[in-house]
């Protein structure tokens, strides 16, 4: 079994020293979903929810949530986030939240991502609440991480250019 990362040696919590590591492109994508009832999305759809427009709420609560992360994770590293985007898609009688996030930085965004998809939903279900008593959210998960060199971005772009 691989060792915990975050627990030393003399068994204490500790935040992981990055500091020796290279700086990188990472992304981290999280989804997760929301089970509402056929009415409750016909109301959401229709801009009907007492409390305002639903989506639109989610997706900023998931963004500021993100950019928080290490204020509610007390390990994580604080990160200078690139890019977070909360979208949202219905399907039958559920609503699919997916957070991305980006950096360039020495460590992941899994947990700005995670965090993200997490209060999007909660926000979904503050806002619902008085009108549908059966919500459920589930199957909150990361479905992918990647880490790229930074160069590979700046050839890139430098590509790009002599093309032009």
Do not use: W
Not at 10 to 15: E, F, K, L, P
Not at 76 to 81: G, I, K, R, S, W
Not at 144 to 157: G, H, L, N
């Amino acid at each position: 079994m691989k060792r915990l990362t975050h627990i030393s040696d003399d068994s204490r919590a500790q935040m992981v020293d990055v500091s020796a590591k290279p700086m990188s492109t990472r992304r981290a994508v999280a989804t997760g979903k929301i089970q509402l009832q056929r009415e409750t999305l016909d109301l959401i759809r229709k801009d009907q929810i007492a409390k305002g427009n639903v989506f639109a709420t989610a997706r900023i609560a998931g963004i500021q949530a993100a950019k928080q992360t290490a204020n509610l994770i007390p390990l994580c590293h604080t990160l200078p986030l690139g890019e977070i985007r909360v979208d949202i898609i219905t399907a039958n009688e559920a609503a699919e939240v997916k957070c991305t996030a980006q950096t360039v930085a020495q460590t992941g965004v899994e947990m700005e991502a995670l965090v993200g998809v997490t209060v999007a939903l909660l926000t979904i279900y503050d806002m619902c609440k008085a009108v549908d008593k059966e919500m459920q959210i589930y199957d909150v998960r990361l479905i992918e991480k990647t880490k790229r060199p930074v160069a590979a971005i700046y050839d890139r772009r430098t590509e790009s250019r002599r093309r032009s």
